[in-house]
């Protein structure tokens, strides 16, 4: 039987990982967003603290939402728990103290991938290589999850691995939907919608969700398809409905199981009877807010079934560990 201690730590190693992924995914597709859309109808960087849930803290430390202030907070703010370096640095640590449960390569990788970005913050920082930098980020956590695909024995540990890593897609999906969403254009002007599909494009993009829309709707970029396609399509990777489908999976194979699958199976069932692509506005927020609890349950259900340690909550996040926990 695996010890709690090395199940939380292989947990939270894979959805801080994703989470740097996450959000080097939405600073790059916001910055690119601003570039296709007219000065007038442009949401700006704001948006972006909201979807992570961090606007007490960015108030407070910067004020404004400008461009550099909100890169600099994302990105390598360490003072933000939910900042690129901060993820990357808790991810470290909890790979450091599980070295011996996972390839040796994958934990040099981790190491790596974190002083590259340490090393190489200014240019993430500053506007001109800001792409590369971020793009530099997304392919190294890619690289580390095929890696731990490829060659980690799919044991018990291994399961912990994918459940964090796909709650935290979940999370990420919905928040995305929720504060995007409230941001785009009004469907009403005609001369806006092109600009509204822009921004659209956008949101499947922020999930590298695009070409694979196209392909399982076969229809332009609207908004009833996207949400219909980002909420409950069960073969792409990044639908929320998907990644509770493999936390199903990955708690069907450990033991004291019942209770996290009860929790999430009423989770899935909500997914599964509502229509998305019909709600307002309105409507839409307050099931992303239901969504938002259940996945909170899920997660605190897990942590209680499996872990020893009692987790204090990031702000606008569900409970994470401020530090890896000692046995």
Partial sequence: ?????????????????????????????????????????????????????????FRQAYGEADERSVAKFMIGDTANPGSILSSLGQARENARTVRDYMPREAWEQVNALMLNAKSNLASGLGHRRRFEYLRDIIHGVQQITGLLAGTMTHDEGYQFLRMGRNLERGDMTIRIIDVRSANLLPGSSEALTPFQNIQWMSVLKSLSGYQMYRRAMRTPVRRPEVLKFLFKERLFPRAFYHTMMEVDSCLRVLPRRDVPITRLAALRSLVTAARPEAMSQEELHHFIDQLEQGLIMVNNTISDTYFLSTNPAVPGRMAVPSETEAE
């Avoid at 939270?12 to 007219?38: G, I, K």
């Avoid at 000065?39 to 972006?48: E, S």
């Fill in 1 to 57: 039987m695996m010890l709690s201690r090395v199940a939380e730590n292989l947990y939270w190693m894979a959805r801080y990982l994703e989470r740097a992924e996450n959000t080097a995914r939405l600073v790059n597709v916001n910055s690119n967003l601003l570039l296709d859309l007219p000065p007038q109808v442009r949401p700006g960087w704001a948006p972006l603290i909201e979807i992570t849930g961090g606007e007490a803290q």
